[in-house]
């Protein structure tokens, strides 16, 4: 859970009573100020990066499949035109 503003000014409040406010200017600098849950660790990033890897390469089998269909499709249109010319020729 992230510690809200108001929290934090009490908790620097408190700090410089006992470590005076240069130490506790110090102490606070090092608590984030952002939610540590919404934070991508290394193993999140290394994760992403496999799943990304897997997707991209179902996409490109999928691209390869497409262009070898459209392949054959226009040797197909081909071929029938060719056997229409030497019908008509």
Not at 39 to 60: M, P
Request: net charge negative; glycine share 8%; aromatic share 6%.
């Amino acid at each position: 859970m992230p510690i809200s503003e108001a929290a934090r000014a009490d908790l620097y409040t408190g700090l410089a009573e006992v470590l005076g406010p240069d130490r506790a200017e110090t102490l606070m600098a090092q608590l984030p100020r952002y939610d540590p849950a919404e934070v991508a660790t290394k193993s999140d990033l290394a994760q992403l990066r496999t799943e990304l890897r897997e997707g991209l390469a179902a996409v490109n089998q999928r691209l390869d499949r497409l262009f070898q269909t459209l392949l054959v499709g226009m040797f197909g249109v081909a071929a029938a035109f060719i056997g229409l010319i030497f019908r008509i020729g």
